[in-house]
């Protein structure tokens, strides 16, 4: 198997870039999270929330209709903006041009989503991280990552590698894969597990942050918010995807002590955020 890159402490200060004093909103980046559809607006809640406490100015989230009042009760920082659908995704239509885009959590399937998904991928042409159900969507519509912006950011946890990438028979031939398929596709896969593993192209980069209590419902869409985050605030993907793994490991580094394995959360993240931001200044 290939060698593997540690991404340590060491290696993200000096990709991190510290707040400008004179900074405002407006030059902070606004991202747009594409998520939700009835019995899954939570996943649109976390993925949002993650995305502003990552220090990101501005955060625009595109859900059905149903999930309105969840978003604007639950975090009234983040604007809304609906489907004209009820349930589930059918068009969507972004009053503004964003930073970045993260698509995916808790979209589901629905034939309207995934006709949704094609028009969206076929004219956006903002940097883009694709997460859980848009995926799932695109591991049987391969030719689709053709219309992708070069270096997207692909989240996937085993299953949704699985159905990307085929079948594997060992560890080697799983990474063999990836890179075949990061290569092929000119995007950057981030192979959720423990430990987390960034595929770009040919090299092969470990994450060192992280634990057992990551393994929880909302984990992955709190990661897709944070690196939707990153990219509006314009990291460049190879480094906001490092970034963006080795905090959201943090967090539950930093909580585990206090929480235990058992009662951490995907809400638990967002909470230690700032500290894991601080522990890089």
């Known amino acids: 198997m290939k060698s593997s890159y540690l991404i340590t402490k060491e290696e993200i200060l000096k990709l991190y870039k510290p707040i400008n004093p004179k900074t405002h909103k407006g030059t902070q980046g606004h991202a747009v999270i594409i998520a939700g559809s009835y019995g899954k607006i939570g996943a649109g809640v976390l993925a949002s929330k993650s995305c502003l406490k990552s220090g990101c100015g501005l955060v625009t989230t595109f859900i059905p209709k149903c999930g309105y009042q969840i978003l604007q009760i639950?975090?009234?920082?983040?604007?809304?903006?609906?489907?004209?659908?009820?349930?589930?995704?059918?068009?969507i239509h972004l009053p503004l041009i964003p930073q970045a885009v993260g698509i995916g959590p808790g979209i589901g399937k629905e034939l309207g989503t995934q006709k949704a998904l094609f028009e969206f991928l076929r004219i956006n042409k903002a940097p883009l991280v694709i997460d859980a159900d848009a995926l799932n969507i695109i591991s049987e519509n391969l030719s689709w990552l053709e219309l992708v912006p070069e270096d997207t950011i692909l989240t996937?946890?085993?299953?949704?590698?699985?159905?990307?990438?085929?079948?594997?028979n060992s560890e080697a031939e799983k990474f063999q894969k990836t890179i075949a398929f990061s290569e092929k596709y000119k995007v950057i896969i981030v192979m959720k597990g423990a430990p987390t593993f960034i595929i770009n192209r040919t090299s092969v980069y470990e994450n060192t942050s992280g634990n057992a209590a990551l393994a929880t419902a909302g984990s992955g869409d709190v990661l897709t918010g944070i690196l939707t985050s990153l990219l509006a605030q314009g990291y460049e993907p190879k480094y906001a995807s490092k970034m963006g793994v080795y905090l959201h490991g943090l967090t539950a580094d930093l909580a585990l002590p206090k929480t235990g394995y058992e009662s951490f959360t995907a809400s638990t993240i967002i909470k230690y955020l700032g500290k894991a931001f601080l522990s890089l200044v």
């Open 74 to 91: 639950s975090i009234p920082e983040v604007m809304t903006v609906t489907d004209e659908n009820t349930n589930f995704i059918t068009n």
């Open 156 to 168: 996937p946890h085993p299953k949704e590698l699985e159905r990307l990438i085929g079948k594997w």
